[in-house]
């Protein structure tokens, strides 16, 4: 279980990395309606994406500490242009977005995913304090783009173990440096509820009475929990070869950076990772 657990929090991280380095258009599997795709498309499968990813990342939201993990993943590339998958966007396991809307520069439409949560012997400062059990998210997103500039806003609320709720800002931009080479970038800020900051970053009579660390009861209140800055390169090193690499650093603020729980205010995210394409013969 706790194997399992910890496969799931390196998809949760990989994919809105992969999102500033340009792989979360692994969703995009055609063209769109207004492109003239098929809704019904052609979904017999034209090559493999087989590769290997490396993932650097904070214990828990606020640990000094960190783990690196590793896993393989299979990517399909389907032929025609099917409209449905065109309109999805991968950027996490708790951000898996549906453009409903997407044109003159408008996107807007529904999101879900998983929050996984949080274990207590995730770090020492935890112990005591109980497991958070992970929940379903639902929620939404607008955006426009200006220019080579996309701005958005999300809604992400948590059903769960935890049952509160983010607000998450962002403006990304992408520049094609070669035909091979394409760098992305993108900065923005993160607003938590007073249930989204007291169940990850509070400590309660009860929790502070069980804390192993002796951590003193602590209420954090709703506010901007952090603001962050990540850059990407993608780069296609010939025909059958890509590679992928990130870095993302958040620094936490308010309460969440306040809080007994929280071991370093500064958080980095890094991620590389090597794929090879197999053709499929029909």
Sequence with gaps: MRSAKISLKALAICAPIFGAANIAAAADLGGSYKDGGDPAGDYSIES???????????????????????????????????????????????????????????????????????????????????????????????????????????????????????????VESERKITDRVTLTGRVGATYADDSYMQDFFGVSEAQSANSEAGLQAFDAEAGFKDVYAQVGIKADLDERWSAQASLRYSRLLGDAADSPVTESEDQFMGLFGLAYKFNVDK
Excluded: C, M
Aim: hydrophobic share 35%.
């Design 48 to 170: 493999l994406k087989v590769g290997g990813i490396l993932i650097v990342k904070p214990k828990y939201e606020g640990s000094k500490e960190y783990d690196v993990i590793g896993f393989p993943y299979i990517l399909p590339s389907f032929s025609g242009t099917p409209g449905f998958f065109s309109r999805i966007d991968a950027r996490g396991l708790d951000d898996v977005r549906f453009k409903v809307i997407d044109r003159d520069g408008f996107v807007a439409g529904p999101l879900a995913g998983y929050n996984l949560g949080r274990d207590e012997d995730d770090g020492d400062r935890l112990e005591g304090l109980g497991d958070i059990d992970g929940g379903v998210v639902v929620g939404g997103f607008v955006g426009y783009r200006w220019n080579a500039l996309l701005f958005d806003v999300s809604y992400h609320q948590i059903l769960g173990d935890s049952d509160g709720y983010e607000i998450r800002f962002g």
